[in-house]
């Protein structure tokens, strides 16, 4: 697969990290606009909302964060999924280059998701009682590191130069027509004839 030119490269790579940090943006204004909906009395588009996010969180109330009196289009520790993820893709061209498409050793992610997954194991083992605030930092720590994986094979993408296509093109087709393909342009190939049993 071939890849763009430099400045080109710069222009893809820039464009893509502005969409994915736009998207971000929308989606914590939905979460944190479903609520909003609800008080300010337009409930269809509140409850359109929590109905989308249904369909990646339980959001129990119990398990979320408030705001105007009704719970977060999702749970505490999805928004800190969110909310981490959002704020490290948005300054990620601060700390990495848009056009390396390096990713980590996955031991880190691994070492991120590690406190999230202690945190969820202490109560429902019944040791200890987790709060909002240990569900949104733990998952906001699993968050952030995971733009480190995810936004390099985007940036790949981005990087790549999808009008090229000559891979695919056969090698064996001829420069000049194909007269070459015609049937009676192949060589014959051994008939079976001459043994009847083989005959279909």
Known sequence: MHYVSQVGSTRRASLMWAVIATGCLITIALILGAPLALESGHPFFGLTIYRTFSYLCHQIPERSFFLAGHPFAVCSRCFGIYSGFATAAIFYPLFRSLKSIDTPSRKWLFLAAAPMAIDFSVEFLGLAQNTHLSRFVTGALLGSVAVLYVMPGLMDLSLRDWTRNSELKPTNVPAH????????????????????????
């Open 177 to 200: 027509g194909t007269s070459e393909l015609l049937p009676e342009n192949f060589p014959a190939a051994p008939s079976d004839y001459s043994a009847p049993h083989r005959r279909i």
